[in-house]
């Protein structure tokens, strides 16, 4: 079954917004959007904070789409990280899901 949820541009499929909420909904419930940033092929950075337990505990989880962007920002694929913070200071972290642009799925890093 061909997956239609998503941008092509060339050969290169883009996941959308709500696809990257999608998989990020697995692992985080009630979150507040943080930075969005777009470049002429779409969505390249999306940021997603998570309230720990503590008021000094936050979770990110950040989309990075594969590609050098402005600032600084860059990936070797495209991925969704998780960031642990305490007292704004980032404490741990990993992978959760990376995406194939050819067949346009996620697949969770375990």
Known sequence: MENNNYIEHGNERIPTREEILDV??????????????FDEKGLYLFEIKVEGKETTEITE?????????PNHNESLETTIHVVYFENGIPVGGHDIANYNSETGEWHDVE
């Open 24 to 37: 990020i909904g697995r692992h985080a419930e009630k979150y507040t959007v943080g930075r969005e940033l």
């Open 61 to 69: 989880y950040q989309y990075m789409r594969k590609g050098i962007f």
